[in-house]
Structures are given as structure tokens and as C-alpha cells.
């Protein structure tokens, strides 16, 4: 992992947590993880928690309302409203697991971090590593998760693990993933069958 | 998942179930790997299931997932997946025996169980009758030959037959013949079912075993002398031919009788003594006898005797009449009428008998004086160890059928009672076994009959006399209910009729279960073993009678036994 050019990029501080999730504060100049991408969140102790990016949230400010009615902004004004906004851009950050001392674990942190903890984007080294531990446990997080779009967030968490995993030499991963997520679902079969479709589209991009 | 499955790979998972409801086995691949009617082993804990597949069942966790198939939404590889945890087989297993097998044998208990089984506080483990159920989750296998040969035998033991084969593994099934002879047997299938090449085989086997002497009531000359298939066209060998005269011996019916052109080796013939007024009663159905035959029989039997009075009524004259003085028309003195008129008996009640008996009296196998006591003799040679075909020749016809072999019959359960007697009174030797073959049996055994022949003793009580039924039958449910229930064991075919099904199967555990596989056995090809001479209900390929049998019967004395072949069953490669 230390050698994964991707491993402690920091995307942003946190605003807000619970023990469930938390919101991160970012700019948009700052190059944020995509929705559905795994990050971390060192709590000290060696303990650090995992997340999904759930949602990303853009809110607007005084300026903004002005600007967006002007005919014809200039390209200088649009770049300097993003760089220099006042309003972070917020990532949402669902739970799915933490490290402690070493040890991967598909449990909810013991603690939520503290505001202005720093927010890492995990590389694929950390992706493989996590996706990896235990038997994918980590899944019910997601599609336990109310008031999310549960499918487009499994569908993109899997493609960007899936593709780690691949990449990594594990062309099975994405199976199993499946399996787990069947297991997961198979009683509920109007919320499982759209799930399944997202995920077919996840399985042609990854070509396997 | 449609890969062959190996020796002691799990088929499945028990997921519930009951004694009364049978077993549910969830299983693990398609099901197409079991078929109905296959052997199917549980593993519980110490204890190992044993039982047969009645039915299979397609089953879904939602039915949504049954009704649109996956593949029409998703990908070929995910709709796989999805269907493996969605759809799945329930096979359904009618459980029949149970074996205490004992902890693991490189557990810390099995030490202990072992020494406790060999200084005798514990009994050896044996098969015994369900009273309890597998676990959940407790694994299913298909039966390898070693748990065949656990529950039905041995095929090098001597007393072991083998009847035919496991249907998905060809383990050979065995019949134990000590056992069947023990109790009266029936082998039953709609016309076309094999029945005839399956009780020359089972009567192949009984012969070399050798344990009881076999008298088979041949009514088609089928089995003594060599046939020709209907189907086939083959050559099919009969008894005699297998065997040799010196222990199969074809009796032939009439003083000159001959077997599709071949001489018997002696014949059968009846002398008008032997006719007993039961023997005529008996054929009442056949001879549209009327409610005053039994009184004007025993009439006949007072004033002429028990030995004569055959002779005498067969000479008497009907219509004969003289004429008087006084020019009136009188009964002859040699007349059925006179007789009557002489003895009390309405006339014309005797006249109507002494009409209907006159397809006796034209019998020509029934002779005033036989040239020996060819019944005496048949039976001599049967007490001898001998194994007899009697072949009724050109007297096909029901009333020759059941003429003679009742008669026959009610003499050897006279002698074997007799003998039997002796030997419990300490005056005689142990009479040897008789096994009595009956074909088209509903015609001596039905509801009406019944009552009347020696054949509804032997079958409820002649095994205390050393004498057993093998019947055999196209139309079970014609057969009386009470001589059907004391069947020991039954060797069914197809059966298309549910009346005949529900006859086969009438006494059994478990017969709802095993009434559709009886209706869907292939002809000519499967059996339902089944009754109390076979451990549990097994469905069999049963064993070709073919030239190959034969040399199985005279070079190993262990027909259908492979050594080779069981070695590699039971350990492998």
C-alpha cells in the first residue's frame, strides 16, 4: 500500500459524523472521489474507518444566486466561484468497515471521527485489501442503507472494486460479489432484480 | 451443476420433513441427477437414513422467480447465479430404515462404542425401521454399493439372488431366497411387463439355491421347455433346458400329451377317484353351477360313495326312460333320474348338474384307471427335491386350469400337513420346502373363490406346513384382500390400473408415495421390490434373462455376480 500512488490522498475534512456515517467537506477544485468510491478516515489509535461516498452535495451560495441569472458569465468569474466558493462541496460518507490495528473489519467503526479529520481517497491497493477481508460482508451496510439510491451505489462501488480486484488478479471477485448480494436480496425480489440490473451493466463495462 | 456426480458426493441437504410426511432433501445439483425410486442414504450425526426417492419437486424461494426467467433480464452469467440460490429440486424420500453407524472412527468415542459392541453390552448395529429423522442440514447421497449390500445383502452370500440393479449406479440388489420362500410371494405386472421372464429368472434362482422344491402350474407351457420371445423373436430357455431332467422335471397334462412337440417326462393323468365333490364346487363360476349343486353332490356322495361317485353319475343316463305295463313312461333304473327320484333329489336339479359335468366326464385326462398314480407320483418327486413344470398342454382353458391344480394342490397340502405333523411328533424328518407357483392367479384367489381352494390356506397358513405361494398376476386388485395382505414379498412391474396399484400395495408403509412410481416403472425393464421379504421398497433394473444369466447360473452359481465389479464398487479404483 505504501507504494499505491493513490493511498493517503486527502479529498477533504470531515463536517459531521455519527456512527453510521458522516459528511466531508471538500472544494471543487479539489480532485474529489467519484460517488460509490471507497474512503478512509484515520480516527488515531490505529484505527481508521471505511466509507462509500453515498451522495455528493453542491449547495449553492448569495453569490451563486446572483451569477445564475447573468447572461453571458465569463469563464474567469465561473473558476473563481468554484476555487475561491465560501460552501464546500459535502461528501456523504456511508460506514462500511474499519482497520484496527492492522485488522480489516466489516463492522461499524467504534467511534465516529471528529470534525476536521482528514478524509483520504483509498487507492487500489486499500480497495483490494478491504473488498478482500472476510466474506464481503460489508455489502448489507449498502443495501441496508435507507433513503440511498442502493443500486447506482452498489453498482459503482462494484465497479470500482471490481476493476481493483481484476487488476489484482481476482477475476472471481465480481461473482461473489453477486452471490453475496443475491444472498443479501433473493427474499425481496422487487428490490433485487433492478440491483441485479445495475449490476449487469457493471459486469459489461468490466468486460468479465 | 449437470456434471455426473461422484462416489459419496452429497446430493443435498435434509431440509425438513417427518416420519409421516417423509423426507424433503433439498438438492445441490439438477434433477435430472436423481431419478424417482432411487436409494437414497442420510448421514445424520451417528446414524445413517436409509430411503427412496418418491418424487421430485420443482421448487423456487419466490415464485416470481419461476414465473420469468432470469435470462430474459440479465446476463447469461448473472442469471446463473441467480437462479443457483433461487430455484432449486426438492426430492422427496420416503424413509424406510435406520443403521446406527457410531461416532467417527478416529473420534475419541469410537473406541469406546467399538469396545462396548464387542464385550457385548451393546448390540451389534443392524438395520432397523425408521422411529426417528435425520437432522436438518444432514447430507443425502446417492447409494453406493456398500450401503446396498448394508441393507439387502451380500451377492457372494449364498442365500442371496440378485434380482436386478440400483437405477442410477448399477449396484446389484439382492433378494435373500431363505426368506422369500418363507412366506408366499406375488410377482405382478400388466400384461407385457416381463412378468414371465422375471419368474423364470426369480424360479431359476430359487431352483439352484436348491433350498425348496418348486411346482409351477405352467397354464401357457412357458417355463419348462424353451420359448420363443413374442417380441423379440429369441429363443428364450425354460427350465428343463437350464437345468437339465434331473432336477427339473415337465409333467405333462394327459395320458398323451405333448409339449409343443416334445414328450414330458411323464405324464398327469386323474382318475375318476380323485374327483372330489369340492373339486367340482370349486368350478362353480366356470361350470355356471346352480345353489343345488352342493346337495345333489352330496347325495351323489352318500349312495355312491366317495371314490365312486364319478364313475357311477358320469354312467348314469340322462333322459333315459322305460315304459310300463300300463304303457307309462317311467325313469330308466340307469337314469340320473331314477337315481334322484330313488335318493331325494329334485330331478331336475341332478339332471341340470349331470349336464354341466359333462365337460368333466369328456376330460380325456380323466380316465377310469390311470395306468399309475401319477399324482402320488408327482408329489413323491417333489418330497424328493425335485423342482416340477406342469405343462397343461392343449387343456388351457380356465376349467382345466383350475380343476387340476386345486385338486393337485389339496393333495400335496395333505401330504406336507401330514409330514409336518410327523416331524413335530418326532416321527418323521423336517418335510422339505414346496414353493407352489400360481399363474393368472385371480382366477383361484379371487373374492368368490377364495374361500373355497386350498390356495387361500396355503397362502394365510400353510408356511407353518412348510408350503408357499408364488403367485403370479396381471390383475392384483382381482385377488382376495386377505390373501394379497399375506404376501410377504411382492415383485411388481408396471401396473397401469389404480385398483391393481392400490392391491400391490395394500398392508405397506408409505404406499401413497409409492403408488405414482408404480404407474410411471418402465415396462420390461423395472421392478418395485417390496414387502416384508426385502428390507425396504426398492426400484430395480431388473436382470435380463438371457444366455448370459445362464452362464452366470452354471459357471459362478452366483448369477449376476461380478467380483471384479463389486470390489471396484466398494473401494474404488
Given at each position: ?6 493511498v493517503n ?18 472544494l ?33 451560495d448569495?453569490l451563486?444566486?446572483q451569477?445564475v441569472t447573468?447572461?453571458?458569465i ?5 473558476q ?14 456511508l ?5 484496527s ?5 466489516h463492522?461499524?467503526p ?7 479529520d482528514?478524509?483520504r ?7 483490494c ?18 433513503d440511498?439510491p442502493?443500486?447506482d ?11 481493483a ?10 461473482a ?24 449487469a451493466d ?6 468479465i | ?10 446430493i443435498g441437504i ?12 433439498r438438492?445441490n445439483?439438477t ?22 426417492a418418491?418424487?421430485?419437486q ?21 442469471a ?7 430455484l ?5 424420500v420416503?424413509?424406510?430404515l435406520?443403521l ?18 464387542d ?5 451389534e ?12 442440514h444432514?447430507?443425502?447421497f ?10 439387502f445383502?451380500k ?10 440393479y ?5 449396484h446389484?440388489?439382492?433378494?435373500n ?27 431359476a ?8 422344491s ?10 419348462g421347455l424353451?420359448?420363443?420371445?413374442s ?9 428343463r ?9 415337465v ?14 417326462d411323464?405324464n ?56 310300463t ?29 349331470h ?33 416340477i ?28 400337513e401330514?409330514?409336518?405333523n410327523e ?20 382366477k ?7 374361500a ?15 408350503v408357499?405361494?408364488?403367485v ?7 385377488i ?20 391393481d396399484?392400490?392391491?400391490v400395495l395394500?398392508?405397506?408403509a ?13 415396462a ?8 416384508w ?10 436382470r ?19 467380483q471384479?465389479k ?8
Amino acid at each position: 500500500m505504501a507504494n499505491d500512488p493513490q493511498v493517503n490522498v486527502q479529498v477533504g475534512r470531515l463536517l459531521r459524523a455519527n456512527t453510521r456515517a458522516c459528511v466531508a467537506g471538500c472544494l471543487p477544485s479539489q480532485n474529489f472521489p467519484p460517488f460509490g468510491s471507497l474512503v478512509s478516515i484515520d480516527l488515531g489509535q490505529e484505527i481508521s474507518a471505511y466509507g462509500l461516498v453515498s451522495d455528493i452535495h453542491i449547495d449553492d451560495d448569495g453569490l451563486v444566486r446572483q451569477l445564475v441569472t447573468t447572461p453571458n458569465i465569463s469563464e474567469t468569474v465561473i473558476q473563481d466561484n468554484r476555487v475561491n466558493r465560501n460552501v464546500p462541496v459535502e461528501l456523504s460518507v456511508l460506514f462500511v468497515g474499519h482497520r484496527s490495528a492492522g485488522v480489516i473489519s466489516h463492522r461499524l467503526p467504534p467511534r465516529p471521527p471528529l470534525s476536521l479529520d482528514r478524509v483520504r481517497a483509498c487507492g487500489e491497493g486499500d480497495v483490494c485489501a478491504f473488498t478482500s477481508a472476510g466474506s464481503l460482508g460489508y455489502l448489507r451496510f449498502i443495501l441496508e442503507a435507507q433513503d440511498l439510491p442502493a443500486a447506482d451505489l452498489l453498482a459503482a462501488h462494484l465497479l470500482q472494486a471490481g476493476r481493483a480486484q481484476r487488476d489484482h488478479g481476482d477475476e472471481q471477485w465480481f461473482a461473489r460479489a453477486i452471490d453475496k448480494v443475491i444472498t443479501q436480496l433473493r427474499d425481496d425480489y422487487v428490490r433485487l432484480m433492478p440491483v441485479l440490473e445495475a449490476l449487469a451493466d457493471v459486469q459489461r463495462e468490466l468486460g468479465i | 451443476m449437470s456434471e455426473p456426480l461422484h462416489q459419496n458426493e452429497s446430493i443435498g441437504i435434509v431440509t425438513s420433513g417427518g416420519l409421516k410426511e417423509n423426507l424433503h432433501v433439498r438438492l445441490n445439483g439438477t434433477p435430472q441427477q436423481v431419478q424417482e425410486g432411487s436409494f437414497i442414504v442420510i448421514d445424520s450425526q451417528d446414524w445413517k437414513f436409509y430411503g427412496i426417492a418418491t418424487d421430485l419437486q420443482l421448487q423456487s424461494i419466490d415464485p416470481r422467480y419461476a414465473l420469468e426467467p432470469s435470462r430474459a433480464r440479465l446476463p447469461e452469467e448473472l442469471a446463473g447465479l441467480l437462479d443457483r440460490q433461487t430455484l432449486y429440486t426438492n426430492l422427496v424420500v420416503l424413509p424406510a430404515l435406520m443403521l446406527e453407524r457410531g461416532p467417527e472412527p478416529d473420534s475419541a468415542d469410537y473406541s469406546a462404542w467399538r469396545r462396548a459392541i464387542d464385550s457385548g453390552d451393546k448390540e451389534e448395529p443392524r438395520p432397523m425401521p425408521v422411529k426417528s429423522i435425520p437432522a436438518h442440514h444432514a447430507d443425502a447421497f446417492l447409494a453406493g454399493a456398500g450401503d446396498v449390500a448394508e441393507i439387502f445383502g451380500k451377492p457372494e452370500d449364498e442365500s442371496n439372488f440378485v434380482i436386478g440393479y440400483t437405477r442410477e449406479q448399477d449396484h446389484p440388489v439382492c433378494v435373500n431366497l431363505d426368506k422369500l420362500i418363507q412366506r408366499s410371494s406375488g410377482i405382478f405386472g400388466a400384461t407385457g411387463s416381463g412378468k414371465s421372464f422375471l419368474t423364470r429368472m426369480l424360479l431359476a434362482g430359487l431352483i439352484d439355491h436348491n433350498r425348496a422344491s418348486v411346482l409351477v402350474y405352467d397354464m401357457h407351457n412357458e417355463y419348462g421347455l424353451d420359448d420363443t420371445a413374442s417380441d423379440t423373436g429369441e429363443n428364450v430357455r425354460g427350465l428343463r433346458s437350464g437345468f437339465g431332467a434331473s432336477k427339473v422335471q415337465v409333467v405333462g397334462l394327459g395320458g398323451s400329451a405333448t409339449i409343443r412337440g416334445s414328450a414330458p417326462d411323464f405324464n398327469l393323468v386323474l382318475g375318476y377317484s380323485d374327483i372330489l365333490p369340492e373339486d367340482v364346487e370349486l368350478l362353480t363360476r366356470e361350470l355356471n353351477l346352480k345353489e343345488t349343486t352342493a346337495t345333489v353332490l352330496d347325495a351323489l356322495v352318500q349312495s355312491l360313495g366317495k371314490d365312486k361317485w364319478f364313475k357311477a353319475f358320469k354312467a348314469m343316463k340322462r333322459g333315459a326312460t322305460e315304459t310300463t305295463d300300463g304303457d307309462k313312461k317311467v325313469p330308466a333304473p340307469d337314469s340320473v333320474a331314477f337315481w334322484a327320484n330313488q335318493n331325494g333329489v329334485n330331478v331336475m336339479a341332478a339332471e341340470g348338474l349331470h349336464d354341466k359335468l359333462r365337460r368333466l366326464f369328456n376330460k380325456p385326462y380323466i380316465v377310469e384307471n390311470p395306468p399309475a398314480d401319477s399324482i402320488q407320483a408327482l408329489v413323491e418327486a417333489l418330497k424328493k427335491g425335485k423342482h416340477i413344470v406342469l405343462s397343461f398342454g392343449d387343456y388351457e382353458s380356465d376349467l382345466d386350469y383350475l380343476l387340476v391344480s386345486n385338486l393337485l394342490t389339496r393333495r400335496i397340502r395333505a401330504e406336507w400337513e401330514q409330514m409336518t405333523n410327523e416331524f413335530r411328533g418326532k416321527n418323521g424328518s423336517e418335510p422339505r420346502p414346496l414353493v407352489i407357483v400360481v399363474e393368472e392367479a385371480h382366477k383361484l384367489l379371487n373374492r368368490e373363490m377364495a374361500a373355497q381352494t386350498t390356495f387361500s390356506t396355503i397362502a394365510r397358513e400353510m408356511r407353518k406346513y412348510y408350503v408357499t405361494l408364488l403367485v403370479i398376476d396381471q390383475r392384483p386388485s382381482q385377488i382376495y384382500d386377505e390373501v394379497m395382505s399375506q404376501l410377504g414379498t411382492r415383485v411388481c412391474g408396471w401396473l397401469g390400473d389404480e385398483d391393481d396399484i392400490h392391491a400391490v400395495l395394500s398392508g405397506l408403509a408409505g404406499r401413497e408415495a409409492l403408488r405414482g412410481m408404480l404407474s410411471r416403472l418402465q415396462a420390461k425393464e423395472e421392478v418395485l421390490l417390496l414387502g416384508w421379504g426385502v428390507p425396504m421398497p426398492i426400484l430395480v433394473h431388473s436382470r435380463r434373462y438371457d444366455e448370459l444369466f445362464w452362464q452366470d447360473i452354471k459357471t459362478s452359481k452366483k448369477a449376476g455376480f461380478d467380483q471384479a465389479k463389486v470390489i471396484k464398487n466398494l473401494y474404488g479404483d
